[in-house]
């Protein structure tokens, strides 16, 4: 007797968030972990933004978010600067070498995915894809918190304007 729909699904989606497909990370120089990864993507995607804005749209309280945005910053990887339109408030920046990091985790991550899905079709790929997106904007709109989306013409991440 198969589960009720919804409880496998809960099941699969902690199976999900245990697995890390990335697991050679360890091993790898110059590896972002989860949360670098997640703040550089955001910024990225976004654009400068403040501590504050940066921890809202991440869900994370100041005083974490502090602490990760500052090791990013001693690693070169983002930057504070003057808010332009708030005197003496500053947004963060991700930088060149920033941007290049998250371009080869980013690439690093996608490799793992192949070999994960080797053996699906690219239309499974895609069904697969395209339930996740509806999934995670179902949850975004509940929590009221929007996050940026790859346009559906490539596979990168449009910025918002």
């Not at 500052?70 to 991700?94: C, H, K, S, Y």
Request: proline letters at 4%.
């Amino acid at each position: 007797m198969s589960p009720e729909p919804i409880r496998h699904l809960e099941y699969e989606s902690m199976m999900l968030s245990h697995h890390d497909f990335t697991a050679d990370s360890h091993r790898v120089e110059n590896t972002l972990d989860r949360s670098a990864y997640l703040v550089l993507t955001r910024i990225w995607a976004q654009g400068p933004m403040s501590l504050g804005e940066l921890s809202d749209a991440l869900a994370f309280d100041i005083s974490t978010m502090s602490r990760r945005t500052n090791a990013l910053i001693r690693d070169g990887l983002i930057v504070r600067a003057l808010d332009p339109e708030g005197g003496r408030a500053r947004l963060l920046l991700i930088t060149a070498v920033g941007i290049r990091r998250l371009e080869c985790e980013r690439e690093r991550r996608i490799s793992a995915l192949r070999i994960v899905l080797q053996e699906w079709s690219s239309d499974d790929i895609a069904c697969l894809a395209a339930s996740l997106n509806r999934f995670n904007a179902s949850v975004e709109r509940l929590g009221k918190t929007p996050r940026p989306r790859p346009r559906s013409d490539s596979t990168e991440l449009e910025r918002q304007t």
